[in-house]
């Protein structure tokens, strides 16, 4: 099983669509794919067709005793969605404290998943490091903007090792963001991913339609985007030496902007 944890530089870049749609890119291809949703906004299940009243998942079950396993979802055969769940800001700290408490729990249950799927992609919260601890990831993708505050965060923001910085939203046509994008590609070097994830009103639709991008517009040019990214992902499943190596190289020679 291959793990990858994606996480935005700031919020509002997109991470839940990206997730959803890397997810049912994968599944396309003949894989066994798990979503899970770490963040307490609990949107990711939306793009999976789960009723909006729904207020079941994972955190909601954690904090009232239950087995986690009996809310995933089916959002197609061989994908699968586990929702965050219906929290009030008080149970979210209190699961916030209790996660921190045991940093070992999502290690154990990706190990456990390890039988059922080829893939679990997380969607992880922005600033809550309890959410974020699950363990050792085998990929690990920073999503950004091509925009003035994520080139601020850049120079500021270490960056972990073995990290992948992923461009959404880009649009070609805007100067600024063609300009970004070349400094970045100086800066970042292996890091930066030469696959974006185009602009395209498809994806803000396919959430209207409760469904990941390739789901409801196949055709488009972020399905295809999604497409890509997951043969890449896939290439990365047989090339595991290799990545660390070319990351080990970008680290020495500063690994940050």
């Known amino acids: 099983m291959i793990s990858i944890a994606i996480q935005g530089l700031r919020g509002g870049v997109g991470v839940s669509s990206v997730v959803a749609a890397l997810g049912h890119a994968l599944q396309s291809q003949g894989e066994r794919v798990l979503l899970v949703d ?3 906004e609990n949107l990711l299940r939306l793009h999976c067709n ?4 729904d207020g079941s998942g994972w955190a909601r079950a ?8 009996a809310w995933g979802w089916s959002v197609l055969p061989n994908l699968h969605v586990l929702p965050y769940g219906r929290l009030s800001e008080a149970e979210q ?4 404290l209790h996660l921190r408490r045991t940093p070992q729990l999502w290690r154990s249950l990706q190990a456990s998943l390890a039988r059922s799927f080829d893939w679990v992609l997380f969607d992880l919260p ?9 363990g050792a990831c085998d990929l690990s993708i920073r999503l950004l903007e ?5 080139h601020a965060l850049l120079r500021q923001t270490p960056l972990r090792p073995q990290e992948w910085l992923l461009v959404n939203r880009y649009d070609p046509g805007c ?3 063609r300009d970004l994008l070349l400094v970045w590609q100086q800066l970042l070097g292996q890091r930066l991913l030469v696959q974006s994830v185009h602009r395209d009103t498809a994806m803000r639709e396919a959430l209207a339609n ?3 991008v390739g789901a409801h517009a196949p055709g488009s040019l972020a399905a295809q985007d999604a497409l890509g990214l997951a043969r890449w992902c896939l290439e990365r499943r047989q090339l595991p030496a290799v990545v660390g190596a070319l990351l080990d190289a970008e680290s020495g020679e500063g690994g940050r902007s």
Do not use: F, N, S, Y
């Open 38 to 40: 770490m963040c307490p």
């Open 50 to 53: 789960q009723p909006v009243a």
């Open 62 to 69: 954690t904090l009232d005793g239950e087995g986690w396993k």
């Open 93 to 96: 700290g209190r699961l916030e």
């Open 126 to 134: 922005q600033r809550l490091v309890g959410h974020a601890q699950i």
């Open 146 to 150: 091509a925009d003035p505050a994520c």
């Open 175 to 177: 100067q600024l963001q």
């Open 210 to 212: 409760k469904h990941p």
